[in-house]
């Protein structure tokens, strides 16, 4: 399995980035796809998640009404439109995937670097 991540860059704050995640390696019906991000000096943190076949989405508060997360079936690719950008959004973001029978994420995707400046 191979999750590849792209799609970072540097913008200003309160603009705009689309993340994508091309997943290949295996089909992921009964998967959750999940972006994660990790700050210098801080921890990873969850951003939001997607579960493939029902296509339900959970975001973390600081996110949430400013990010989205989304699939394309037939390009196997996970996105992540993130507007309204903040200078705190600046992370390595991290795309993952894991079972639905299970909590830990299992695969991970090779970050892609998202710098806001103020």
């Known amino acids: 399995v191979q999750l590849q991540a792209s799609g970072g860059g540097l913008v200003q704050a309160g603009g705009s980035l689309r993340l994508s995640c091309a997943a290949s390696g295996r089909t992921f019906s009964n998967y959750v796809m999940g972006w994660f991000r990790q700050a210098p000096g801080k921890e990873r943190e969850f951003v939001a998640h997607?579960?493939?076949?029902?296509?339900?989405?959970y975001y973390a508060d600081s996110v949430k009404g400013r990010f989205t997360i989304s699939r394309d079936n037939a390009k196997n690719t996970v996105y992540l439109q993130m507007n309204s950008l903040k200078p705190e959004d600046t992370a390595l973001y991290y795309c993952a995937a894991r079972n639905i029978w299970v909590h830990e994420y299992k695969y991970w995707g090779q970050g892609t670097q998202v710098t806001i400046s103020s």
């Open positions: 997607m579960n493939w076949n029902t296509a339900g989405t």
